[in-house]
């Protein structure tokens, strides 16, 4: 159990701060509410009362004796402002302490993410940008707002993440402090493939794999709040995308393999987590394959499909990293770490990110443990975590591969 502090400044999006406020009590947190006195124009504090169990005060008047504006920052495990107005941000870059919430950020010594949320203009403009700037240099984590629809018929990016996002990342940084989502992929355009291929056999039937794309969802969400511009090549994922993030839906390998390619246009890394299938039928029948029928099949006959992480890695420019995933079991041949070495050589990747899959222990769980090897003959161990923890571990591993004269 950690000790949460949710800050809550005044934007429509303040409703959505009571669903992250129960994502973190879910999770066994204790957890401190302080809105701004604009917040409270938007939720009631009886709101985040009832959900918290705790207290909520928005000025340094209440509770005196008990010096809340100090006590609350410094006893903090970790402080999340959802949403971060364009005010917010800009009096917690300015130093001030004009209320709870402010004057508990200024004695936080703990990580502090700030989840912004306006409309687009106030986003975009310099003077907010600034304050962005001057926050991250001082340590704290922003996550970029989400694109999409705004308070009025208007849409752009200045929308609140999903709260499950935004409870995912806080905690990424309770485990690994503020330094585990740096701003390290600013400017880097990625494109991440995710989820599994699914081969048609006739017009309902399909063969398939047990892929979840949760991994590649974390990839890009976690990518996405280190700064990169993130494109997702999904193979049959039913999840809503992350925020920040464009997705290019996909079903087979062939539609994989076109978007893949068109995507990794300008792109500094690409991603290949889907599981893509090495065979398809070898022909689709147009319609229904009926039992009892004339055209009753007795066997599957299957063709190759082609490599999509080879072609990558054959096609690529100077200075593209290229990442393969690779599940493994061992076996009399070879640990599967020996196995993996002799894939990441065949591939000719950048980097291999190696799932011990022996006890069935990767497919649709939420929990994960990579090694990530390096060509240059590294082994980078990303321990047991959440899936998010490990795509953090998995881009501290590519980042620090990364051409510095890259990126915009
Ligand atoms: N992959 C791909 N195209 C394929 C198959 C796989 O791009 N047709 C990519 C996967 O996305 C993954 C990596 O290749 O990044 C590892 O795939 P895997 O199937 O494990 O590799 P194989 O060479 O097929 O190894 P094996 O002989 O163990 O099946």
């Known amino acids: 159990m950690s000790r949460i502090v949710l800050g809550v400044s005044g934007g429509v999006a303040a409703y959505k701060a009571a669903l992250l406020l129960r994502a ?35 000025d340094v008047w209440s509770d005196v004796p008990e010096v809340a504006h100090v006590r609350i920052g410094q006893t903090a495990d970790l402080v999340v402002v959802a949403p971060a107005t364009a005010d917010l941000l800009a009096r917690a870059a300015a130093g001030r302490a004009d209320d709870l919430l402010t004057a508990t950020l200024l004695t936080a010594h703990c990580p502090v993410v700030f989840v912004p949320a306006m409309h687009t203009e106030m986003w975009l403009h310099p003077a907010t940008q600034d304050n962005v700037a001057t926050l991250r240099r001082r340590g704290a984590v922003v996550l970029p707002p989400a694109v999409g629809r705004l308070t009025g018929p208007d849409s752009g990016p200045g929308r609140l993440p999903e709260p499950a996002d935004i409870a995912a990342l806080a905690a990424v940084v309770l485990d690994g402090g503020a330094g585990a989502l740096p701003q ?7 494109v991440i493939s995710a989820g599994g291929t699914r081969e048609p056999l006739d017009p309902v039937r399909y063969l398939g794999n047990r892929s979840s794309g949760k991994q590649g969802w974390a990839l890009a969400r976690v990518a996405a709040a280190r700064g990169a511009d993130v494109v997702l090549v999904a193979a049959n994922v039913d999840a809503p995308a992350p925020f920040g993030v464009r997705v290019v839906p996909v079903g087979t390998a062939e539609e994989l393999r076109t978007a893949m390619h068109a995507e990794a246009a300008g792109a500094d890394v690409v991603v290949m987590s889907a599981a893509v299938a090495d065979f398809r039928p070898a022909g689709v029948a147009a319609t229904k394959l009926k039992k009892g029928s004339a055209g009753e099949p007795t066997a599957v006959e299957l063709v190759r499909n082609p490599d999509v992480l080879a072609e990558l890695v054959a096609g690529r420019p100077p200075g593209r990293l290229v990442v393969g995933f690779a599940a493994e079991t061992g076996d009399d041949d070879g640990d599967v770490l020996t196995h993996a070495r002799a894939k990441l050589a065949r591939k000719g990747c950048d980097l291999l990110v190696v799932n011990d899959v022996s006890a069935g222990q990767v497919f649709g769980r939420s929990e994960n443990a990579v090694v990530v090897l390096g060509a240059d003959g590294s082994a980078t161990e990303v321990p047991r975590g959440s899936k998010d923890a490990v795509a953090a571990g998995i881009w501290t591993a590519v980042g620090a591969r990364l051409d510095p004269a890259g990126g915009r």
Request: charged share 15%; net charge negative; hydrophobic share 40%.
């Open 184 to 190: 390290d992929l600013t400017g880097r355009r990625v």
């Open 24 to 58: 973190f009590t879910e999770a066994g947190h204790d957890v401190r509410v302080v809105p701004t006195p604009g917040a409270l124009h938007f939720v009631g504090a009886a709101t985040f009362e009832a959900l918290s169990g705790n207290p909520v005060t928005t």
